[in-house]
């Protein structure tokens, strides 16, 4: 027995399927709505927000402000204090994303020749990234200003009994420790599961070849490494360029401003000094200078990656 279907029943029947293969195709625009507004509202708007601020000469308390235009971008390149922030900022910034690759590669290839408790040794070592970083910032701070120092005197180490974070020449030292000692953590996670995914018959083969372990690693594992280099210099660049939570728990900027990242300036500005619109200005140039150098790093690690 066949079965008939009305004209009504099949004109539903039309459209539910229109209506379904339409929300089939934009399902995924809906799905990704929740994200896209929280992204608005967290980092669109306060973005926007900031900018016009800082065309303005609003001070953070007053309820009327001014429009000024580009003065505060004027200002920012006139500013000593500025530029010696942008200085240090780039310096320490250097020194992270070059030591952190570095460590976290020689470290990584240390743990993968470790057969025996490899598991509780990627915990142990991963165990500082769960920390806060103000929490180590003011436990080094404690560390460098007092425990250090006592126990130099109690042993008769001049060099010891000193304040590593009071002295002009040693506390960018202090602070590059103490972000190497707790950021290496992820980085060197990162690059021991690129050495592990290494096929085992590519370096047996090479090592048939009669290749030294360095023209291995160079020519077998380097290829291998280079997408987790790409991420972890972007990582350790963006870390270091925004560089604040270590700063204002161990130096707060001193001795004598020689620490005073931009990120921290931007604070200070803003809360410290209640110049919002001068530290709404300088963020600004702070997110356009993070946002060309990741585009630099990503295109260069992209050739490189395709070199390889």
Excluded: C
């Amino acid at each position: 027995m066949n079965a008939s279907f009305s004209p009504v029943s099949t004109f539903i029947f039309e459209k539910r399927g229109i209506v379904m293969k339409t929300f089939n195709r934009y399902a995924h625009y809906l799905f990704t709505l929740p994200a896209l507004l929280l992204y608005a509202v967290f980092f669109l708007y306060p973005m926007v927000n900031g900018f016009l601020y800082s065309l303005s000469d609003w001070d953070g308390l007053s309820k009327t402000s001014h429009f000024i235009g580009v003065d505060n971008y004027v200002r920012l390149v006139q500013d000593d204090r500025i530029l010696s922030s942008l200085g240090f900022t780039f310096k320490y910034a250097l020194g992270l994303i070059v030591l952190t690759v570095v460590l976290a590669v020689v470290i990584a290839l240390l743990l993968n020749r470790v057969r025996r408790f490899q598991s509780f040794y990627r915990t142990t070592y991963f165990f500082p990234a769960v920390l806060s970083m103000i929490t180590v910032g003011l436990i080094f701070n404690q560390l460098f200003s007092q425990a250090l120092p006592a126990f130099g005197k109690a042993v008769g180490s001049d060099m010891l009994s000193r304040n590593l974070l009071s002295n002009p020449d040693l506390a960018f030292f202090g602070l590059l420790f103490v972000s190497l000692w707790q950021g290496l953590a992820i980085p060197t996670l990162l690059f021991l599961a690129a050495l592990q995914s290494v096929p085992k018959d590519l370096l047996e083969a090479a090592s048939l070849d009669g290749a030294t372990p360095w023209q291995r690693f160079r020519s077998v594992v380097i290829p291998f490494l280079i997408p987790t280099l790409n991420i972890v210099v972007i990582l350790s660049a963006k870390s270091g360029l925004t560089a604040f939570d270590y700063i204002m728990a161990m130096t707060g900027g001193g001795p004598g401003r020689t620490t005073e990242s931009v990120g921290l300036l931007v604070y200070n500005f803003a809360f410290q000094e209640f110049k919002f619109s001068y530290a709404s200005s300088l963020a600004i140039v702070l997110f356009v200078i993070i946002a060309i150098v990741s585009i630099v790093q990503i295109r260069s690690m992209s050739r490189l990656e395709v070199n390889a």
